[in-house]
């Protein structure tokens, strides 16, 4: 029998919402401790049946958004990671990225999933990452508390490996110094 932390559960039935299957296991990879990449997939459905989720749908969404994909792909995808263990992110980006904490490195395998329109040419040194989701995923995949992700970021952008402009504004994207571009 999968347990889960009722601390999280009272946490999480606070939310004014319903969260998405994407929602509940970006909260579940983020607070709920576990040992390697992503979260046991029946560990997602004992959260949604302790919060009272319908059990049917969150089972149909699995089926509808889960991808055994190494490579990002669009839509509020959720990826099979190891067996049984699913994650926000896909498998080689936990492969690539578990052991660092190079903010640059985040930024430049994120980017690889970033595509320009057909016809389209893009300057990658103009494309960058959202700091919000650049945290998340340090915070996820190389198990970093928010705050140390954070003071990372800062410490990082002083030295300059990564660009942020207004770097108050935490809608700002991170980018990548113009000489680390391709």
Do not use: C
């Not at 983020?30 to 749908?57: I, K, M, N, Q």
């Not at 057909?118 to 040194?125: H, I, K, L, P, S």
């Not at 935490?170 to 391709?182: A, F, G, I, M």
Request: charged fraction near 30%; avoid cysteine.
């Amino acid at each position: 029998m999968t347990s889960v932390d009722t601390d999280l559960v009272d946490d999480l039935a606070h939310h004014d919402e319903y969260l998405s299957l994407r929602g509940l296991v970006r909260y579940l990879e983020r607070h709920h401790p576990v040992e390697g990449p992503g979260v046991a997939r029946d560990l997602v459905e004992a959260y949604a049946e302790e919060l009272d989720y319908d059990l049917d749908r969150v089972r149909t969404s699995f089926e509808d958004r889960l991808t055994g994909s190494q490579t990002w792909q669009p839509g509020d995808r959720i990826y099979e990671v190891d067996d049984g263990d699913v994650s926000i992110y896909p498998a080689s980006w936990h492969e690539r990225l578990a052991d660092t904490t190079d903010l640059s490195e985040f930024v430049e395998v994120m980017l690889e999933s970033v595509k320009s329109p057909a016809g389209v040419t893009v300057q990658r040194e103009q494309l960058g990452v959202s700091q919000n989701a650049l945290k998340t995923a340090v915070e996820i995949i190389a198990e970093m508390d928010r705050d140390d992700v954070t003071q990372l970021l800062r410490d990082q952008r002083v030295e300059g490996t990564v660009v942020l402009y207004a770097f108050q504004n935490p809608e700002e994207v991170v980018r990548l110094p113009e000489e680390s571009t391709r």
